[in-house]
T-cell receptor
Framework: KAGVTQTPRYLIKTRGQQVTLSCSPI?????VSWYQQTPGQGLQFLFE???????NKGNFPGRFSGRQFSNSRSEMNVSTLELGDSALYLC???????????FGQGTRLTVV | EDKVVQSPLSLVVHEGDTVTLNCSYE??????LLWYKQEKKAPTFLFML??SGIEKKSGRLSSILDKKELSSILNITATQTGDSAIYLC?????????WGAGTKLIIKP
């Protein structure tokens, strides 16, 4: 059974650009969450989608947005990139609301 | 505001030692508590605890939940250098996993 797949694995962008990250959950999982992780920081919650609906959103500016498709795949978009957006972005999928989450390998975003 | 607090934030021990990591929580709608290990990138799932007082065990790792004290501990016995990692605790509440900051564990040979 394939795990959570995130693409791309690495990305370098310049300030002001926008970026789209992709996450394919484990087959059958309908919940997808996104997290930002910077050195020395824990997992900062961005948002969670379940059956194409955003159920929760973390405390991030409106430049961060996401969506989920009918096949449960999810995308995250960051517009007008800032240097501080450089981080590891992790996606996790769950079968249901009270089950364990499985993480992808992450996308390492560097903004220069 | 929901929060999860882990202690200590970092810990350095020698191979063979036993360690205990702590996780305490204050959340409005507790469903379960989860432990993860993060080495390089993706956190990997260790345990999920829902019932108080029931120990979950996997090899040298074990964990128990105390709902009365709103806390959980993760024990690692006979530590090895491969146990060096960040250990994350999360609480499932209102469709969301609320994460602690993690405990960075370093095992010295």
């Amino acid at each position: 059974k394939a795990g959570v797949t995130q693409t791309p694995r690495y990305l370098i962008k310049t300030r002001g650009q926008q970026v789209t990250l992709s996450c394919s959950p484990i087959s059958g999982h309908r919940s997808v969450s996104w997290y930002q992780q910077t050195p020395g920081q824990g997992l900062q919650f961005l948002f969670e989608y379940f059956s194409e609906t955003q159920r929760n959103k973390g405390n991030f500016p409106g430049r961060f947005s996401g969506r989920q498709f009918s096949n449960s795949r999810s995308e995250m978009n960051v517009s007008t990139l800032e240097l501080g957006d450089s981080a590891l972005y992790l996606c996790a999928s769950r079968w249901g609301e009270n089950t364990e989450a499985f993480f992808g390998q992450g996308t390492r975003l560097t903004v220069v | 505001e929901d929060k999860v607090v882990q202690s200590p934030l970092s810990l350095v021990v020698h191979e063979g030692d036993t360690v205990t990591l702590n996780c305490s929580y204050e959340v409005t709608n507790f469903r379960s508590l989860l432990w993860y290990k993060q080495e390089k990138k993706a956190p990997t799932f260790l345990f999920m605890l829902t019932s108080s007082g029931i120990e979950k065990k996997s090899g040298r790792l074990s964990s128990i939940l105390d709902k009365k004290e709103l806390s959980s501990i993760l024990n690692i016995t006979a530590t090895q250098t491969g146990d060096s990692a960040i250990y994350l605790c999360a609480v499932n509440s209102n469709y969301q996993l609320i994460w602690g900051a993690g405990t960075k564990l370093i095992i010295k040979p």
